[in-house]
């Protein structure tokens, strides 16, 4: 089992940046493949940014590629997605997620473990 805390999420002006973070406990973290997903009202949950175990692959959905950057640190069990030049596109809630086992995804149904989101607003 493993417990997902996301905090970091605000309110910023179009142009601004966020660093949202992703505090894990329970099973080893670095046995997990963790990912950024969000959802804007009314719409389904996307992927956004996703991280493997050791940190050396990531894979960026295109609507943020550029601009976002997804990191890790194994030693203090986070996730970090750094958001720059954020757009009003971007405003949703955003959730960690963390997927047992060594592949890289980009689809929802394949991660384990949600954390309970943090709002993202940006405004215009």
């Known amino acids: 089992q493993v417990q997902l805390v996301e905090s970091g999420g605000g309110l910023v002006q179009a142009g601004g940046s966020l660093r949202l973070s992703c505090a894990a406990s329970?099973?080893?973290?670095?046995?997990?493949?963790m990912g950024w997903f969000r959802q804007a009202p009314g719409r389904e949950r996307e992927f956004v940014a996703a991280?493997?175990?050791?940190?050396?692959?990531?894979y960026y959905a295109d609507s943020v590629k550029g601009r976002f950057t997804i990191s890790r640190d194994n030693n203090k069990n986070t996730v970090f997605l750094q958001m720059n030049t954020l757009k009003p596109e971007d405003t949703a809630v955003y959730y960690c997620?963390?997927?047992?086992?060594?592949?890289?995804?980009?689809?929802?149904?394949?991660?384990?473990?949600w954390g309970q989101g943090t709002q993202v607003t940006v405004s215009s």
């Open positions: 329970g099973r080893t973290f670095s046995g997990y493949v």
């Open positions: 997620a963390a997927r047992a086992g060594a592949a890289v995804v980009t689809t929802t149904d394949s991660y384990d473990y």
């Open positions: 991280l493997s175990r050791n940190g050396g692959s990531t």
